[in-house]
């Protein structure tokens, strides 16, 4: 069984380091985790630590902020089943990660955008 246990940004950062990008990144996050735009959590399966996220809704959409954890595959499938059934329309999710896009052979998953940003 997989369980999210809600965190505060500053109890999941150091295990998300390597997901969540630039500072510009890490600032964002914590403020939309700190204002409740967003929400951190550690995941359980089956009560072994499986990983830590970040995510939002955006209108009908579940939004992956970022992920740190034991495999990204299969998190991607407990996302999957988790936004079936709250009714969302469209999972997305946000990553620099090279290596993440071989979680995503043999599924649904399909590159919607590229975004840019830039510090000021």
């Keep these: 069984m997989t369980e ?3 965190k505060g940004f500053l109890e999941i950062e150091n295990h998300l380091k390597n997901s969540i990008g630039s500072k510009f990144d890490r600032e964002l996050l914590k403020n939309q985790v700190d204002t409740g735009r967003a929400q951190a959590y ?4 089956d009560g072994q630590d499986f990983g830590y996220t970040i995510i939002r809704q955006e209108k009908h959409d579940f939004v992956i902020c970022c992920y740190a954890g034991v495999n ?4 991607l499938n407990v996302i999957k089943k988790l936004a079936v059934k709250n009714k969302f329309k ?4 946000h990553t620099e990660r090279k290596g993440f896009p071989k979680y995503l ?3 649904d998953f399909r590159i919607r955008e590229t975004v840019w940003s830039c510090n000021l």
Excluded at 72 to 75: A, I, N, P, R
Excluded at 90 to 93: M, Q, Y
């Design 4 to 6: 999210f246990i809600k």
């Design 42 to 45: 550690q995941v359980l399966e």
């Design 72 to 75: 990204g595959k299969d998190f």
């Design 90 to 93: 469209r999972i997305r999710f």
């Design 105 to 107: 052979e043999d599924t």
